[in-house]
């Protein structure tokens, strides 16, 4: 009697272990988009890229440097 019940309790552990396992075929693919990218010229054609200076400097705020 105790065999079956045994039997019994694997085979319900193995069919609920089943039922909370994730379906390969259902996971959302992974894509990467580059997004364009922002240019700013200075004078002469020159590349700026902005630079945001945060924290304990005497003047904080967003500076283009080339």
Same mark, same amino acid.
């Given at each position: 009697m105790k065999f079956k019940f045994l039997i019994a309790v694997l085979?319900?552990?193995?069919? &609920?272990? #089943? #039922?909370? &396992?994730?379906?390969?075929? &259902?996971?959302p693919s992974i894509q990467i988009v580059d997004r364009p990218a922002q240019y700013i010229l200075g &004078?002469?054609?020159?590349?700026?890229?902005?630079?945001?200076?945060?924290?304990?400097?005497?003047?904080?705020?967003i500076y283009s440097i080339p």
């Open positions: 085979i319900v552990c193995s069919f &609920s272990s #089943a #039922a909370f &396992s994730q379906d390969l075929g &259902s996971q &004078s002469g054609d020159m590349l700026l890229i902005n630079v945001n200076l945060w924290g304990h400097v005497l003047k904080p705020g």
